[in-house]
């Protein structure tokens, strides 16, 4: 990991307040969160379901807006954005992994990666061809360039999207529950190719995720309870998460 990039953000939120609903009705999903995630880092958020995890990554990727309070990518203040630049931003400089792969069908994986990128116009030349180049052996997925969706396993076609998800560069990669659709070696390899292109190509993952397995493949873990931050945890273990989410159960927050 590159240390000068360690210190600085790739996204945060600071006294983030999200309320849906309202008078008797309303529910505080985010309750004065500040979190920062820290470029060239792969961090994931967990607590118990409930908690405002969802929530947060919503809102620090832009796909949702706080009710008061700021969220921030890099330097630039979502909130201060108009809907078309918001749009933009998302598109140039957040990427996305969810649950379901949410591939085109009728694309090839190779037109599936690019597809980004063709969005936006072929930005970056020479450049991005050779950084997507370098990101299909990163995935392992130069043998099925010439594959439909359909053709893969869900392990391969969630590759696909991870890959899709960093083809454009962007700033932060937001990945809401990655591997909740795959079975154990499929999503161990997910995560082990998310790892990899944090510590590899100098990427920056936030990871929304309920299983302590895939948290222990990140540097960092943020804890939420009833919308709020109660607790951080460097260089996690799948047991210290265990342990740390068993504490949710028994006493509503971590010893």
């Not at 990039?5 to 996204?11: E, F, G, N, P, R």
């Not at 908690?51 to 706080?66: W, Y």
């Not at 957040?94 to 930005?123: C, H, K, S, W, Y």
Request: net charge neutral.
């Amino acid at each position: 990991m590159n240390t000068a990039t360690a210190t600085k953000s790739a996204a945060r939120v600071a006294d983030a307040v999200k309320v849906y609903g309202r008078g008797d009705t309303a529910v505080r999903a985010l309750d004065g969160v500040d979190v920062t995630f820290p470029a060239g880092r792969f961090t994931a958020i967990m607590g118990p379901s409930g908690s405002g995890k969802s929530t947060l990554m919503h809102c620090a990727a832009g796909l949702d807006t706080l009710t008061s309070g700021s969220a921030f990518i890099g330097d630039t203040e979502l909130g201060k954005l108009d809907d078309r630049r918001l749009t933009l931003l998302r598109r140039d400089r957040i990427g996305f992994v969810f649950q379901a792969f949410n591939l085109v069908p009728t694309l090839t994986v190779a037109e599936n990666i690019t597809l980004p990128l063709d969005l936006a116009g072929g930005r970056n030349g020479r450049s991005a061809g050779e950084w997507t180049d370098a990101l299909i052996d990163v995935v392992g997925l130069r043998d099925r360039l010439h594959h439909r969706p359909a053709e893969l396993s869900g392990g391969q076609q969630q590759r696909v999207a991870v890959a899709r998800a960093f083809a454009g560069r962007p700033d932060v990669v937001f990945a809401d529950e990655p591997t909740g659709n795959l079975d154990s070696r499929s999503g161990e390899e997910v995560l082990n190719l998310l790892g990899r292109a944090v510590r590899r190509m100098d990427r920056t993952v936030v990871m929304v995720t309920h299983d302590p397995v895939a948290a222990a493949h990140a540097d960092e873990v943020v804890f939420l309870a009833d919308g709020r931050l109660v607790d951080r945890m460097e260089s996690p273990t799948a047991d210290k998460v265990l342990d740390r989410m068993k504490a949710f159960d028994s006493k509503g927050a971590p010893a």
